[in-house]
């Protein structure tokens, strides 16, 4: 079995990342994790990354002269890891259509929301705040749209009363921690 090779993008703590590391660690997944790159140095993801073995790299935007040459750089840095999934685990930059269409088809985000309700950021808030009674976790692909790809996979959790963002965020970062790695080997598997 050839396995896909997968770079991920995080911004910050990099729990989805770590959950999608535990997953390809078991001998039959479809997917090894190859590289992390991050848009911020201080990521606590890219020091667990490095302590599991795993290539890593952080490149600022502030650094480059544009977006588009940042993420020339970024997809370049991919290309050296010769990676063909890569999957966004909050990753808090909005990406543009060039690198959007470079990698279409083959990039993949979480959004801890049931899209298409709550897109962007503020999920959890704005769901307890309608008085939602249900909330939850999307896999889908990226597309040039934000938050507006097609859904690998969802998953709901309960709105129970009393919650916060935080409880609330704490329930569906669970079942994140399920699906991704869930849809990654759907992902892998429908690959050529
Ligand atoms: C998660 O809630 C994810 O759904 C969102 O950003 C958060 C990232 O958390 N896109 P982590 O860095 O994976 O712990």
């Known amino acids: 079995m050839s396995r ?23 001998p039959d997944y479809p997917a090894e994790i190859v590289g992390i790159l991050s848009n911020r140095a201080s990521a606590a993801g890219l020091q667990v990354a490095a302590a599991e073995g795993i290539a890593t ?8 002269l544009s977006r588009d040459m940042f993420e020339d750089t970024v997809s370049q840095v991919l290309e050296s890891w010769e990676v063909d999934i890569v999957c966004l685990a909050g ?13 279409a088809g083959r990039m993949i985000n979480i959004h801890p929301s049931l899209l298409p309700l709550y897109k962007g950021l503020d999920t959890h808030a704005r769901a307890i705040a309608d008085g939602a009674t249900e909330h939850g976790c999307t896999v889908h692909y990226v597309t040039p749209g934000l938050d507006e790809g097609e859904a690998i996979l969802q998953a709901k959790v309960p709105v129970l009363a009393g ?18 790695p869930e849809a990654l080997k759907i992902l892998a598997n429908r690959l050529p």
Not at 4 to 26: C, D, P, T
Not at 91 to 103: H, K, Q, S
Request: charged residues 25%; aromatic residues 8%; glycine residues 6%.
């Open 4 to 26: 896909k090779k997968v770079g991920i993008l995080i911004s910050g703590r990099g729990s989805n990342m770590s959950a999608l590391i535990e997953a390809a660690k078991v």
């Open 57 to 64: 790299a952080s490149l600022a935007q502030s650094k480059f």
């Open 91 to 103: 990753f808090m930059r909005i990406l543009g259509e060039d690198f959007v269409n470079r990698w």
């Open 163 to 180: 919650d916060t963002p935080e409880t609330l965020s704490a329930r569906v970062l669970v079942e994140e921690h399920r699906i991704y």
